[in-house]
């Protein structure tokens, strides 16, 4: 039996579980207030803001729980990873794939259990309770969820699941329950003269010992607990058990040979409890038919080797979770004892280090909702892009597989609220099959709003009802169609609704919007604008880009590349839509055209530095392409004149011009762009 202790404040250490020479200890990482105790209940109050730590002592384990009362209390960082000093000297810790972690000893004995941890919220509890123990206890219609716990350095850390915690539909207090206790409950050995014998550290006898003195029979009684669903008040039910087995290593039996029949064989049934007092011939056997095996794996003496010796108990352990008076017991007990305890032969010896196993194969009860939203977007959460929509709500058994056993077991229901919806219940939808599938239609949904599904799952046989909530939005609206869609003027610096542009690599923007009352859910740059450039006469796609996403109301730019092409005098269509990211939907489409402008660079101008007389050949030079230069002079006695020439070299004269002449060029574009003017030229006059 387990050793259990608990601390009652001032001090780091929280309990101990002991099973002989096989310890854990859990403790606090700061000194416990005083504890206040009530029965096997201890409660360290407010050992963080909002936050009670309570332990709960067993015949052979101790639990702990962290009592959140408010959602606030829920935020605190120590809360949402918290942290337990733990000790278990001489054991090694194993993971396993369930969950749960075994602590075993030198000979991988597994001698004590951490079972996998869970959470839950009070939903269904009366309001106003005051003790705890009535606090920490799970109710039917609670909302649970698993706790990952993770032990390294002496350190045991319980991180619950943030969802349950941060869900709006949580009710508080939340309790948080990691656990330690052992494999086996109980053991006793009972013989007709010794009365009993309670020590695992030596072999299990059964049968007739005639063969030296003292001449005895003995029986070997062993404890189990049953496995639990959630925490110990949900016992599994015969419905669900699939198969079960008892097995002991058989070590010897009287013959000489090894591995051959031999005298009567070994039985096994369950019995009532079992406890210090309990003395030959046993407890009270249960009226299940017992089950006989004749395994005799021969004599010590003889070097034979020690075999598992397996006992098929399904059936008995299916009656004993379903009758009246025994499916509410926490414990199942094992008698194992000679098929004729009148003949010696039938005496044997099993290995209790390590000691015997019971398994049990077995329908978990806990539930997993699940939903599915036709025609919707990123889900979850999920966008839907209409004001309809239609669900497909699930519940099922958690393993994949398993039915009711052909009774009708599992059952659900779903409730949807939100604008337009009437938050009622649906009704329960049953089935005798391992999953039901609810189909839900709705109509109605208002733009921009959010919806919460709630999708329920109880397994009747236990009363176990799980229940997820799921979230939608209703995203219909892609965005009203964008304004100001323009082009920039390079040299300018100004915005062009239409007209000519003076780039072919132009700067194209657009203004992007929502409908009135619309927003973007969660997203704050949620439009992404696209400009679409085609040519206006063939109506061909010459380039498309898209903008950065943006928030409603701003302004997206992008610049057309050189690649695209462009060509100089050629007019082109600017088509510009906007897509809302969380529905991917478009908006109207606006336009606007331009011609397409190549601007001409400054003009270089090659001219003598004097002159005799006028006229006088100049020449002009531009790195981009232009049609013609345009050119002014104007003379230090005022005398001025002006032209224009398509070559690049002209002559340039100004009647009456003396002293000197100042000189500037300029080029024209195809498109009749005009470049910069260039910086004058002085040419002296001669003479």
């Given amino acids: ?73 829920s935020l605190n960082p120590a809360v949402r990873s918290a942290s337990f000093t733990f000790s278990s000297p001489g054991l090694s810790l194993r993971e396993r794939a369930n969950g749960t972690h075994s602590l075993v000893d030198v000979k991988g004995v597994e001698r004590l259990v951490i079972p996998q941890a869970l959470m839950w919220d009070s939903a269904g509890k009366e309001k106003g309770l005051t003790r705890t123990a009535d606090l920490v206890d799970e109710s039917a219609q609670a909302r649970t969820a698993e706790v990952d716990v993770e032990v390294e350095s002496g350190t045991l850390t319980a991180t619950p699941d943030l969802s349950l915690l941060d869900d709006s539909s949580t009710v508080f207090p939340v309790i948080i329950d990691p656990e330690v206790s052992l494999t086996r409950s109980y053991t006793v050995r009972v013989t007709e003269d010794f009365d009993q014998i309670n020590d695992m550290s030596v072999d299990g006898k059964i049968g007739y010992n005639g063969w030296t003195s003292p001449y005895y029979k003995s029986r070997m009684f062993y404890q189990f607990r049953w496995p639990t669903i959630s925490d110990d008040q949900q016992i599994l039910t015969g419905s669900q058990i699939i198969a079960g087995e008892f097995r002991y290593l058989q070590r010897h039996s009287p013959q000489h040979a090894c591995n051959t029949s031999y005298g009567p064989g070994v039985r096994v049934r369950l019995y009532n409890t079992i406890d210090g007092d309990t003395t030959w011939p046993g407890p009270s056997a249960h009226s299940w038919d017992p089950v006989t095996t004749s395994l005799a794996v ?27 008076s025994h499916k509410t017991r926490s414990t199942v007990t094992v008698g194992i004892y000679s098929a004729d305890e009148s003949k010696k032969e039938g005496w044997r010896h099993y290995d209790n280090n390590p000691g015997p196993e019971l398994k049990i194969a077995y329908n978990p009860v806990a539930l997993n909702p699940e939903l599915t939203i036709a025609n919707s977007i990123a889900g979850p959460p999920w966008v839907m892009p209409s004001s309809s929509a239609s669900l497909a709500a699930k519940v099922s058994l958690a393993t994949s597989g398993l039915t009711c056993d052909g009774s009708t077991c599992l059952k659900g229901r779903v409730t949807v609220t939100g604008p ?38 109880t397994e009747t046989r236990s009363a176990r009802t799980a229940s997820k909530t799921f979230t939608f939005w209703s995203d219909q609206y892609p965005g009203t169609t964008p304004t100001e869609a323009a082009f920039a003027l390079n040299a300018g610096g100004s915005w062009q609704l239409s007209g000519m542009s003076d780039s072919l690599t132009p700067l194209l923007r657009a203004r992007v919007g929502l409908p009135a009352g619309a927003t973007c859910l969660e997203l704050t740059q949620c439009l992404s604008p696209t400009f679409t450039v085609k040519d206006d006469l063939t109506n061909a796609t010459v380039w498309q880009g898209n903008a950065a996403p943006i928030a409603a109301g701003a302004t997206g730019q992008v610049q057309v590349p050189e690649s695209a092409g462009l060509v100089e005098n050629r007019v082109y269509r600017v088509e510009v839509s906007s897509t809302k990211t969380t529905n991917l939907k478009t908006s109207a489409v606006a336009t606007m055209t331009f011609t397409a402008g190549m601007r001409p660079e400054e003009t270089v101008i090659s001219a003598p530095a004097s002159t005799t007389a006028l006229p006088v050949s100049v020449t002009f030079a531009n790195p981009s392409p232009v049609v013609k230069y345009q050119w002014e002079a104007v003379c230090s006695n ?32 195809a498109s009749g762009l005009e470049g910069a003017w260039s910086p004058e030229s002085t040419i002296a006059i001669e003479g």
Avoid at 425 to 433: I, L
Wanted: a negative charge; one cysteine or more; glycine letters at 12%.
């Fill in 1 to 73: 039996m387990a050793a259990v202790a608990v601390a009652g404040g001032g001090t780091t250490e929280l309990f101990s579980v002991a099973d002989g020479d096989a310890k854990v200890s859990v403790g606090w990482p700061t000194p416990l207030p005083v504890a206040a105790i009530d029965g096997a209940t201890a409660t360290y109050p407010e050992v963080y803001p909002g936050v009670d730590l309570v332990v709960r002592a067993g015949i052979e384990s101790a639990e702990t729980f962290l009592v959140v009362k408010t959602h606030a209390a």
């Fill in 638 to 669: 005022n005398a001025a004149s002006s032209g224009e020439t398509t070559s690049t070299t002209t002559s340039v004269n100004v009647p009456g011009c003396s002293g000197s002449l100042r000189l500037r060029a300029r080029g024209i574009s």
């Fill in 420 to 457: 337009g919806q009437s938050g009622t219940p649906g009704s329960w939808v049953s089935t005798s099959a391992s999953s039901v599938t609810i189909p839900v239609s709705l109509s109605g949904l208002q733009d921009s709003k959010a919806y919460t599904v709630k999708v329920e799952g």
């Fill in 298 to 324: 021969g004599s010590e003496s003889q070097g034979c080797a020690a075999k598992w010796q397996v006992w098929s108990i399904t059936s008995m352990l299916k009656s004993e979770r379903s009758h009246s």
